[in-house]
């Protein structure tokens, strides 16, 4: 799987929106961009991913760059409870593939009231 | 939640002794994985398995067993535990069977911290 390189920390202040940048130059076409994100103490979880068009579900918005090389995840109102490290992580899904994730160091985003 | 549970949640063992941990799901996922997390190193692969009675091999597999009877559960099996296997153990499962798609999305476990003294 492609590398991907995210800041080492983000802060943010709570009610505001994030954005979360990861840059991914390498991508190949049949890589999809995938979120997920650990809180203290707990297991990751998944957060959003996609192909080549914006996404959007309950937890956040992810943006993908038009050449791909980037993307772009986006909180649109952080809460304290959103203070986790975001792992951004490239998934080959050529034929149908499972396998591991490969996790970086990831953004470890801070949140202040 | 993914239906998923992981035991124990905490141990504490001497080098030497054997050490297994149990992964169980409830949501009928085909893939689980098990993963270590470290300081500094992130989460890495050590193994994971594909069915029942089939697994592979990850990236830091020296040291452990896996062993999958059932769908639901998956256990992971340090022969002879060494300090260097101090770490919190995350079990992750994706692939539900009834599924037509393919998501790979992963559900991670609340993670076994275990110390070897």
């Known amino acids: 799987d492609a590398k991907t390189t995210q800041p080492n920390s983000m802060e943010s202040n709570e009610e505001e929106p994030v954005h979360l940048p990861c840059n991914h130059s390498t991508i190949s076409g049949t890589d999809y961009i995938h979120w997920y994100r650990q809180l203290p103490s707990q297991g990751p979880e998944y957060v959003i991913h996609g192909l080549t068009s914006n996404v959007n579900n309950r937890m956040a918005s992810l943006a993908i760059a038009e050449d791909r090389k980037s993307s772009t995840l986006i909180l649109h109102r952080a809460t304290l409870r959103d203070a986790a490290v975001y792992y951004c992580i490239l998934r080959d899904h050529y034929g149908g593939s499972q396998g591991n994730l490969i996790f970086g160091k990831g953004t470890k985003l801070s949140v202040k009231p | 939640d993914a239906g998923i549970t992981q035991s124990p949640r905490h141990k504490v063992t001497e080098t030497g002794t054997p050490v297994t941990l149990r992964c169980h799901q409830t949501?009928?996922?085909?893939?689980m994985y098990w993963y270590r997390q470290d300081p500094g190193h992130g989460l890495r692969l050590i193994h994971y398995s594909y069915g029942v009675k089939d697994t592979d091999k990850g990236e830091v597999s020296d040291g452990y067993s896996v062993s999958r009877s059932k769908t639901e559960d998956f256990l992971l099996t340090l022969e002879s535990a060494t300090s260097s296997q101090t770490s919190v153990y995350f079990c992750?499962?994706?692939?539900?069977?009834?599924?037509?798609?393919?998501?790979?999305?992963?559900?991670f476990g609340p993670g076994t911290r275990l110390t070897v003294l």
């Open positions: 992750a499962i994706s692939g539900r069977l009834e599924d037509s798609d393919f998501t790979d999305t992963q559900y």
């Open positions: 949501e009928n996922h085909r893939y």
